[in-house]
C-alpha cells in the first residue's frame, strides 16, 4: 500500500508511460504498471511528469507596486530611484501580501523551487526580510524559497547598508547578493559582498553589467574574486546584457572565463528587453545574452522571471513557461535540441544555481508537477496548461482543464416538411 501513485505519466518524449509510486514524501518506484494500491491514486492521462519548474532570481519584495510608482523614461535609473522612494513606505504586512500573491501564481505555474532577492539598506530596514522569511515558512507546503539578502543601491557611499547585510545573514537570509554597477567604487562592492560571503559561508549573487556598452564591465572583478576566494560553484550572476552587443568571438571568451571560474550566467528576457535599448529609435537592440550559446560551451544558465508589475518590468504573471518561450523567440531558435536547453534553464540547470539537484528518480523528493502536454520540447512550443502538482508527496495545486461549451444540436426535427 502505497502513500500516493501517479498513474500514466510521460518522464521523457516519446518514451512509454510509466507510474510513479511515493511514500513518506519521497519517490519509492518508477515504472510501467507498477503493482500495488495506493492511499490517493491519481491518472496522468499520458501527460508529461518533472519535478517542477526553479525560478532563479526574483524580487518578490517590490512585485506589484505599478499604482505607486509613475514611468516615463524606462530605463534602469528610473527604475531603481521610483522604486527606491517607494519602498520608504513599505510595511511589513504590505510587502507580504505583494509576495504572497506572486507566490501563489508561481505555484499554479508549476514553480516548486526559488531564489527572491530581498533588498536590506536605511530606506527598507529589515521588513521586507522579515516578511519574506515568514513568507518562506508558510508557503513551504508548496515552494522551497530562498532568499538573497541584496544591496540595490551600492556599499560604498552608503556603508551603514554593509552593517544590516551582515545583520540579514544572522536573521534568516541564506545568501548575499550585490549590485555594482549602482555603486561608484564597484570593485570594493564586489570584494565587500565576498567578505560577506566568506565570514558567512554562503553563496553570492550580483546583478552584472546591465546595459548594451560591449568595452565596460565588472566581470572580471567577479571572476578574480571568485578564484581568489575558492567560491568556485557558488557565484551567479544576473542580467550581462552587453554579452547581447559583443561579437560571438568574444562571447566564447567570456564563456570560457565563466565556465573555468565555476561561475552561472541568469538571464532576465522580460526585464532587459523592456529597460535596454532605450536610446534607439529604431532597431532597437534585444538586449537579452544569449543564454544558449554559453551553455553550449559549459556555463550553467538560467531564465527566471526578475521582476513583476513594478517600473523594472511592468507586467508579468511568474509564469516561467511563459519566460522561457519569450525568450526562444528572442533568440530566434526553434530546433528541438534547443527547446530541450531552454527547458532545462527553468528547471534542472536552474536548480543547480541553487545547488539543488532536480530530477525524477528512486529516493528523490516527491516534488511532481504534470504539463499538458508528452515532452520538454511540446512544453515551449506550445505554453500547455500547468495540470497539477504535488510538494513532498503532498498534492499543492490542481488547475482543472478547461472546457469548450459547444451549443446543443439543433432540433431538426421541426424544419421537417409535414407528411
Not at 527553468?346 to 523528493?365: N, S
Request: aromatic share 6%; hydrophobic share 45%; glycine share 8%.
Amino acid at each position: 500500500m502505497h502513500d500516493l501513485m501517479i498513474r500514466n505519466v510521460r518522464i521523457a518524449g516519446d518514451t512509454p508511460a510509466v507510474d510513479i509510486a511515493v511514500d513518506q514524501g519521497r519517490i519509492s518506484a518508477i515504472g510501467p504498471d507498477l503493482s500495488g494500491a495506493a492511499m490517493t491514486q491519481t491518472d496522468g492521462q499520458g501527460m508529461f511528469a518533472f519535478p517542477g519548474f526553479t525560478d532563479s532570481h526574483i524580487h518578490l519584495d517590490k512585485a506589484d507596486i505599478l499604482g505607486r510608482c509613475t514611468a516615463c523614461n524606462g530605463t534602469l535609473a528610473e527604475a531603481i530611484a521610483l522604486t527606491a522612494a517607494a519602498k520608504a513606505a513599505f510595511t511589513q504586512d504590505d510587502i507580504y501580501r505583494r509576495a504572497a500573491g506572486v507566490v501563489e501564481r508561481a505555484i499554479l505555474h508549476g514553480t516548486t523551487l526559488m531564489r527572491s532577492f530581498v533588498e536590506v539598506d536605511p530606506r527598507i530596514g529589515f521588513r521586507a526580510l522579515d516578511a519574506l522569511c515568514e513568507l518562506r515558512d508558510h508557503y513551504s507546503f508548496a515552494i522551497d524559497i530562498q532568499l538573497c539578502a541584496f544591496a540595490q543601491e551600492g556599499l560604498t557611499q552608503e556603508p551603514k547598508t554593509i552593517g544590516m547585510l551582515h545583520e540579514a545573514l544572522t536573521r534568516g537570509a541564506d545568501m548575499i547578493g550585490g549590485c555594482p554597477y549602482a555603486d561608484p567604487d564597484p570593485d570594493r562592492h564586489i570584494a565587500t559582498i565576498f567578505d560577506l560571503a566568506c565570514e558567512f559561508d554562503v553563496d553570492v549573487d550580483f546583478h552584472l553589467d546591465f546595459d548594451l556598452d560591449p568595452g565596460h564591465t565588472d566581470l572580471p572583478a567577479v571572476i578574480r574574486e571568485t578564484r581568489a576566494r575558492g567560491w568556485q560553484g557558488r557565484v551567479s550572476i544576473g542580467h550581462v546584457t552587453n554579452l547581447s552587443a559583443m561579437p560571438l568571438p568574444r562571447v566564447a571568451e567570456i564563456a570560457a572565463a565563466l565556465s573555468g571560474a565555476g561561475i552561472a550566467l541568469t538571464v532576465l528576457p522580460a526585464t532587459d528587453l523592456f529597460l535596454t535599448g532605450r536610446d534607439h529609435d529604431r532597431l532597437i537592440p534585444r538586449g537579452v545574452a544569449p543564454a544558449h550559446l554559453l551553455r553550449a560551451e559549459g556555463v550553467v544558465t538560467s531564465i527566471a522571471t526578475n521582476n513583476v508589475l513594478n517600473p523594472f518590468t511592468p507586467f508579468g504573471d511568474a509564469s516561467l513557461l511563459r519566460m522561457a518561450n519569450l525568450y526562444a523567440n528572442v533568440a530566434q531558435i526553434s530546433r528541438d535540441a534547443d527547446m530541450d536547453a531552454v527547458f532545462a534553464m527553468i528547471a534542472e540547470d536552474a536548480a543547480r544555481i541553487l545547488r539543488r539537484a532536480r530530477t525524477l528518480h528512486v529516493g528523490a523528493e516527491a516534488d511532481i508537477v504534470l504539463l499538458d502536454c508528452t515532452s520538454r520540447e511540446a512544453a515551449i512550443r506550445g505554453l500547455p496548461r500547468v495540470a497539477m502538482g504535488w510538494k513532498r508527496g503532498r498534492q499543492s495545486f490542481h488547475n482543472f482543464r478547461g472546457q469548450i461549451l459547444r451549443p446543443a444540436a439543433p432540433n431538426t426535427s421541426a424544419s421537417l416538411p409535414m407528411p
